[in-house]
């Protein structure tokens, strides 16, 4: 029973800091690639960044410089520190597995149930 439950969501402040966590349970966590999505009010889940199990990463330009992500595999844990954030990175931020080194929502099939960020 695979299951991913993000957290760490909430409001914040333009210019301010948070850092998303997602709790992997259920597989072998540290064999497949781990990616954070985004769905903003009104628009299609977005991919925003992914690691894979070699700690590689990909990150959507908008947030390229300003978020990073990481894994700690002991943990069974990916997070997402979200730094600088705008109004535009307001939405619901999801926890997602994948088996490849993408940022296209098709390619992960098991999701947490998300988590909303608030930038005002």
């Known amino acids: 029973h695979v299951q991913l439950v993000e957290s760490g969501g909430g409001s914040v402040k333009a210019g301010g800091s948070l850092r998303l966590s997602c709790a992997a349970r259920?597989?072998?966590?540290?064999?497949?690639?781990m990616g954070w999505f985004r769905r903003p009010p009104g628009k299609e889940r977005e991919g925003v960044a992914a690691i894979d199990k070699f700690g590689a990463t990909r990150y959507a330009e908008s947030v390229k410089g300003r978020f990073t992500i990481s894994r700690d595999n002991t943990k069974n844990t990916v997070y997402l520190q979200m730094n600088s954030v705008t109004p535009e990175d307001t939405a619901v931020y999801y926890c997602?597995?994948?088996?490849?080194?993408?940022?296209?929502?098709?390619?992960?099939?098991?999701w947490g149930q998300g988590t909303q960020v608030t930038v005002s």
């Open positions: 259920g597989y072998t966590y540290d064999t497949y690639c």
């Open positions: 997602a597995r994948g088996q490849a080194l993408t940022l296209q929502p098709r390619m992960y099939g098991y």
